[in-house]
């Protein structure tokens, strides 16, 4: 059991302000593990200040001392990557395979920006002008629940490379993650007030970081609605904002595809992440004259697919992260089922054999048209929609006929078709036979799927503003 009573504000483990408790589950298990306490807005406050703080000497560090910093910051979260998958497994759920991926990723994301830190200019020209990149300020990074410490490292290695001082909203779901990474940026050693975290609720916490006039920046990955809201409170001071929210990917299959490998792809894509994953493939395009055989492996394939255990190696899928997630996704196989989708896999209700944990049974639906609930909501669990089309053109057409846009996937034998047919969706990824990530390669959404880009040089421009300089020359 953990008892997680402390907040990280100017270098230090400080007991929050806020007297709220908050409980923590093993979701595979629907067993409390855990215990933390709660900030509030005045402990948000109190590490804006911290931040405010750090600020002047930590924007002039040079480039040469920040990347000693993120050297420090990456061996450290490095050498406790078993500390953090056994949180991840254990608070998460995520399956054995995936969970070991994410913790890697923490120090990973961490020596991906001191790649691009290294060969950055910070100073260019423009005519007669000197432009210099100058960090925007205190950033507030907030992150979801489904990759905790990926987004908490990911967004504070750029602000740090920009020059940037942050104050961090985790999720106060992944408390026990937050614990694990908080403890070791401390061990890294950076200057007290560069990195704060307020673990809290979003209506407290988020919301007096989204609103707070020192803060100059908020970079946020989650849920498209609160997206929208973090925009709007952060109209008032003319905050800069990247916004990493919902998807409702299309998987266009196009009808050369060799099925034997589009089907096992195209569900991986689907189910990623236990079907938690922004970017999943949920969509699935399949044309009309190929969809019966389509239909017919996926049956097959799903039905050789594990939702259980995450600590059993074999398995793909593990639980929601609460029963709320629970609760969302079962109504949505619901209205799936009300609006008449055909089910070809799974369904309501938990795998066989399992009696508790939130687990939902891998689930397709079929004969599933664009304007139904399940193919235009972002359902967030391991519930795919195959839609048929007639021809390339309305492929495409279905494919941008939403209103998220932040990954596609295009499968063919032909490279240079499918290639034509990336470059015409709306979104801000589209991977071409692969499921391959690109760190170096901008990652955001077009339309309501966000604003702005993380990773590579874009990401790291993100934290910054260009300023000139005249009649320097
Ligand atoms: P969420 O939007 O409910 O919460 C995300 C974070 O925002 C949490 O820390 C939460 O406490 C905080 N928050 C809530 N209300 C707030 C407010 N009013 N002001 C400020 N902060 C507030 O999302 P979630 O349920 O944690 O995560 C799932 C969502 O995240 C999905 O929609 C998913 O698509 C999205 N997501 C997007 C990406 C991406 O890169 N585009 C990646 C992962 C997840």
Known sequence: MQHIDKIYIDGAFVTPHGEEWFDLFNPA?????????LADAEDARRAVAAAKRALPAFSRTSKKERIALLERMHAAVQAREDELFEAIVEEYGAPVSRARWMAKYAADVLAEVTKVLRTYEFTRHAGTAEVVM??????????PWNSNGGFICGKLAAAIAAGCTAVIKPSEMSAIQTRIITAVLHEAGLPAGVFNIVTGRGDTVGAEISAHPDVAKISFTGSTPVGKTILRTGAETLKRVTLELGGKSPMVIL???DFAEAVPLALQAGFMNSGQACIAGTRILVPQSRAAEFEERVRFEVARMQAGDPRDPATQIGPMVSRKQWERVQCYIRIGID?????????????EGLEHGWFVRPTVFSGVSNDMTIAREEIFGP?????????????IAIANDTSYGLQAYVLSADAARA????TRIDAGRVLINTLA??????FGGFKQSGIGREYGTFGLEAFMEPKSLLGVN
Do not use: F
């Open 255 to 257: 009808d050369d595809a």
């Open 419 to 422: 290639r034509a047919v990336a």
């Open 437 to 442: 990530h690109e760190p170096a390669a901008p």
């Open 383 to 395: 519930v795919l929609s195959i839609i048929a089309y007639r021809d390339t053109e309305e492929a």
């Open 29 to 37: 298990k629907e067993t409390v593990i855990g215990r933390v306490r």
């Open 134 to 143: 100058q960090p925007l300020g205190v950033a507030g990074l907030i992150t």
């Open 339 to 351: 609006e008449g989708a055909r089910l070809i896999a799974g369904g309501e209700g938990r795998p």
